[in-house]
């Protein structure tokens, strides 16, 4: 997960509230309506390796950050089929989609691990 996959906001003074942005699911316009909200947190970046972090590993490298602090977690999701769709025609446009195949084939072995 990168960095730039996880914002921080306060909306009251008992917690804070971590969003995980996950691409290609509107997190931008979360982020664009809360941003009144954004809470300044000093951290280095989760994007180390060559694999996405899981849920796990991100609440425990936030815990280590922010141990004093009472934390929830929210994100956004879509359907999966309309995220794969959009991808597809992205992909296509920038012409990209002779390996469509290919990727749909990894990604979905990924997910069935």
């Known amino acids: 997960m990168h960095a730039a996959g996880i914002r921080f906001y306060k909306f009251n003074d008992e917690k804070i509230s971590i969003f995980i942005h996950i691409p ?48 929830e977690y929210f994100t956004t999701i879509r359907n999966p089929w309309e995220r794969m769709i959009s991808w597809f025609h992205m992909r296509r446009a920038k012409n990209q989609s002779s390996d469509f195949k290919k990727e749909m084939y990894r990604v979905f072995k990924e997910l069935d691990k």
């Open 24 to 71: 290609k699911c509107g997190g931008s316009s979360v982020n664009s309506v809360l941003s009144n909200f954004a809470y300044d947190v000093d951290y280095k970046s989760l994007a180390t390796g060559s694999r996405h972090k899981t849920y796990s590993e991100v609440v425990s490298y936030i815990d280590n950050i922010l141990p004093d602090k009472e934390k």
